[in-house]
């Protein structure tokens, strides 16, 4: 069975190591923060100037002035500090962020993400993923496996403007966990009760497949 988007970040989430600066993007990213694992110590940091981000805020905590890059609202860890955009994105482009976690729209198997633009659509526009992918140590990618019309967005080569190239170590989709590496995908994990022969079925990219993949597993 495919993976709710609070289960994809309950996985993503266990990539987390303690100590880590995180910066999540838009959409399922963003729900990360509410499943930190107990024991660690993470500081998540947004573009717009929020370093110690904390989980989304109950009914009786909303503050207005409290959001994240996405125009959500947040709230502050204790120890949080808030700045201007432009020292949040010398800390991005410094190389001092650890993970970025970041929704795409295709993402291929040399690593290159597509994350910002369907032509003819309307969209936001680029914000600050195209820093994110270049500075960030390790780039992981979330994303539903295939699009609403059952194509798949793991490609050969990406077929929207790119975001960045050759940048994203691992992807976390409903259906699997996979690295990217050599130039192809493997299949590390799987979602409970999804089989390997459905998420080979779901991607149009090259997908090496070795030993038994075992299943996801959430505490």
């Known amino acids: 069975m495919a993976l709710s988007r609070e289960q994809v970040a309950m996985r993503v989430a266990q990539e987390l190591q ?24 993470v500081m998540l940091q947004s573009e717009n100037g929020l370093l110690g981000m904390g989980p989304y805020p109950t009914a ?10 996405g125009k959500e609202t947040v709230t502050a860890a204790i120890g949080a500090a808030i700045f201007n955009s432009a020292e949040s994105f010398a800390m991005i482009r410094g190389g001092h962020v650890d993970l970025t976690v970041l929704g795409a729209f295709e993402v291929d198997q040399n690593g290159s993400i597509a994350s910002w633009m369907i032509p003819k659509k309307l969209i936001k526009g680029m914000g600050g993923a195209m820093d994110l992918v270049a500075g960030a140590q390790n780039i992981i990618v979330t994303m539903m496996h295939a699009n609403k019309a059952g194509e798949s967005k793991l490609l050969e080569r990406c ?7 050759n940048c994203v170590k691992k992807i ?9 590496k050599n130039g192809a995908f493997y299949l590390l994990e799987r979602a409970p009760g ?26």
């Open 18 to 41: 303690d100590g880590f600066y995180v910066n999540l993007g838009i959409g399922i990213p963003t729900l990360v923060a509410n499943y930190v694992p107990q024991g660690i110590e």
């Open 60 to 69: 009786d905590a909303v503050d207005a002035d409290m959001i994240n890059a």
């Open 159 to 165: 077929e929207l403007p790119l975001t960045g190239v």
């Open 172 to 180: 976390v989709t409903d259906l699997a966990v996979l690295e990217v």
């Open 194 to 219: 999804v089989s390997v022969d459905e998420i080979i079925s779901k991607t149009a990219g090259k997908l090496i497949v070795e030993g038994d993949i075992p299943e996801m597993v959430f505490a």
